[in-house]
């Protein structure tokens, strides 16, 4: 089991960057996983917004993102990112990273939300107009 731990949210203008984080606390590993990033804003379906392979080298975006995000890790420091540029308020949300189990091998990315089963608490994202 691994508790993922998440940073760097707040409130920007619209056309502003984010860059969150992710880690392990309590001396877990990341290495192991597949990643991905969620968000969920109020009233609406928690939804993925870009996934990463226990490699790296795969990434999966959703198409809202798409060219504005950018998501990576780092196994050395046991970190995952996701640099948020072009911030619009639509992407005002609760931002949840997450590990998964469910996804074998090094280069496939779970792009499914079953597939994770390990989730941090979150970290707010608020973009203003």
């Known amino acids: 089991q691994v508790q993922l731990v998440e940073s760097g949210g707040g409130l920007v203008q619209a056309g502003g960057s984010l860059r969150l984080s992710c880690a392990a606390s309590?001396?877990?590993?990341?290495?192991?996983?597949?990643m991905g990033w969620f968000r969920q804003a109020p009233g609406k379906e928690r939804e993925l917004v870009a996934g990463i392979s226990r490699s790296g080298g795969n990434t999966y975006y959703a198409e809202s993102v798409k060219g504005r995000f950018t998501m990576s890790r780092d196994n050395a420091k046991n970190a995952v990112y996701l640099q948020m540029n072009s911030l619009k308020p639509e992407d005002t949300a609760n931002y949840h990273c997450a590990a998964s189990t469910r996804v074998w091998g090094s280069v496939r990315v779970g792009i499914r939300q079953d597939e994770y089963d390990y989730w941090g608490q979150g970290t707010q994202v608020t973009v203003s107009s």
């Open positions: 309590a001396g877990g590993t990341l290495s192991p996983y597949p």
